[in-house]
């Protein structure tokens, strides 16, 4: 069945870091693909998304890339803020199948 | 504006009580789920609906029943709490119905419900 595959967590990163979350799936046909993020004592939010391939999702400064070749959906974002220390999780559609999450610290 | 939303936020229940998770949205939207949230295995889906009087199971049903007699109210019913329930319970909607099974577009998440039970 389709399912998704995120890095676990927990990262631990100094405000201005470099961040990468590894996503890969596996699913058939062509899902669309996204990124939800879950602030302390909140409900999912969208936080990016992609319906093809080679299509990039970007917002606040997070950007995604719908690889099908790796099947991947990386999350990447070039200078944490401490407000970005959540739980994130990468999903698909084809029953909205959701990882695991990682949870992100990041320290000032 | 509302979006989705779950009462109670927290709950503490005995073995074999029964409970209703109760879940509305105000932005007409066709589909609504229920997922579950547990450490390390991220959000499983137990039911959805893709309209009204429409329900179906998801991946891990067992144990709950959920009923869809109007678009905005999804309640999710426990008719025999066990302690292998106590997560946390998140519903969900989405204006997408493509498909049968699911959803092609973005979900509106609740504020989510800590359900435990002794």
């Known amino acids: 069945g389709d399912s998704v595959t995120q890095m676990e967590g927990p990262v631990t990163l100094s405000e201005e870091a470099f961040l990468t979350i590894n996503c890969t799936y596996t699913?058939?046909?062509?899902?669309?693909l996204f990124w939800y993020v879950q602030y302390p004592g909140e409900g999912l939010q969208l936080l990016l998304k992609a319906t093809k391939a080679d299509d990039k999702g970007s917002n606040k400064g997070f950007e995604a890339t719908y690889r099908k070749e790796t099947t991947s959906f990386h999350l990447e974002k070039g200078s944490v803020q401490v407000s970005d220390s959540a739980v994130y999780f990468c999903?698909?559609?084809?029953?909205?199948?959701f990882g695991a999450g990682t949870r992100l610290t990041v320290k000032p | 504006n509302a979006g989705v939303t779950q009462t109670p936020k927290f709950q503490v229940l005995k073995t074999g009580q029964s409970m209703t998770l109760q879940c509305a949205q105000d932005m007409n939207h066709e589909y609504m789920s229920w997922y579950r949230q547990d450490p390390g295995m991220g959000l499983r889906l137990i039911h959805y609906s893709v309209g009204a009087g429409i329900t179906d199971q998801g991946e891990v049903p067992n144990g709950y029943n959920v009923s869809r007699s109007t678009t905005e109210d999804f309640p999710l019913r426990l008719l025999s709490a066990a302690p292998s329930q106590t997560s946390v319970y998140f519903c969900?909607?989405?204006?997408?119905?493509?498909?049968?099974?699911?959803?092609?577009?973005?979900?509106?998440f609740g504020e989510g419900s800590r359900l435990t039970v002794l």
């Open positions: 999903a698909l559609t084809n029953d909205m199948r």
């Open positions: 969900a909607s989405s204006q997408d119905r493509h498909a049968a099974q699911g959803v092609t577009g973005e979900l509106f």
């Open positions: 699913a058939t046909g062509y899902p669309s």
